[in-house]
Each structure stands twice: as C-alpha cells, then as structure tokens.
Nanobody
C-alpha cells in the first residue's frame, strides 16, 4: 500500500521561507507524477505544484510561480516544495499527492497534510 508522509510545515513570518518534504513508500513505488495541494481555512483544496517523476517536468499554479519550487529525489522517493517569499495567503494545510503510472493523471494517493502558517 502506498503511503505518503509529509514533513516540514510550521510557522513563519511573511517574506520568510519553508521547505516541505514528502516521502513515498514502498521504495518500489514509481509514480507518473507527484504534487502538492493546499487547503486554506474555509476554502476548497487547490493545486499548488507538480512534477513528473521520469523527466522532472514541473507545473505551478499562477499564485506561487517565481516563489515556490518543486523538486524530486528519485533515489529517495521524495518530493520537495521550497517556498520562498511566503505571504499570509499561503497559510493552509499542504498535502502531498501522487499519481500512479497508468492512472491517466488522477491523484490516487494522499498524505496526511502539514500545516503552514504565515504571519503578517
């Protein structure tokens, strides 16, 4: 059974940085892509960023372009989200997600979420 475990959330002042990690298990799991989503209080969950596992093609929602960077370490089965120039509106629970091979891009696996709070 695929498991995704996030780490790295916390509290930071506006303009600061945080880095999130998401480790996928078992080690034999080889997704088509992995990504990050977030859910702010009172809002729907939204896509943040994704990366394809084989060739590292990335995609970002407009509001984080130029500030967030997604990357992966295939050997460690881990995806990262480096968040710079954080704003209070980035406050949310951040979820790691994985789309398996053959799932036609569907996000089938989810982590438990990690809280990111940006104070003004």
């Amino acid at each position: 059974q695929v498991q995704l475990v996030e780490s790295g959330g916390g509290l930071v002042q506006a303009g600061g940085s945080l880095s999130l990690s998401c480790a996928a298990s078992p080690r034999t799991f080889s997704p088509y892509r992995m990504g990050w989503f977030r859910r702010a209080p009172g809002k729907e969950r939204e896509f943040v960023a994704s990366i394809t596992w084989n060739n590292g093609v990335t995609d970002y929602t407009d509001s984080v372009k130029g500030r967030f960077t997604i990357s992966r370490d295939n050997a460690k089965n881990t995806v990262y989200l480096q968040m710079n120039s954080l704003k209070p509106e980035d406050t949310a629970v951040y979820y790691c997600a994985a789309s398996p091979q053959g799932a036609f891009g569907a996000w089938r696996h989810w982590g438990q979420g990690t809280q990111v709070t940006v104070s003004s």
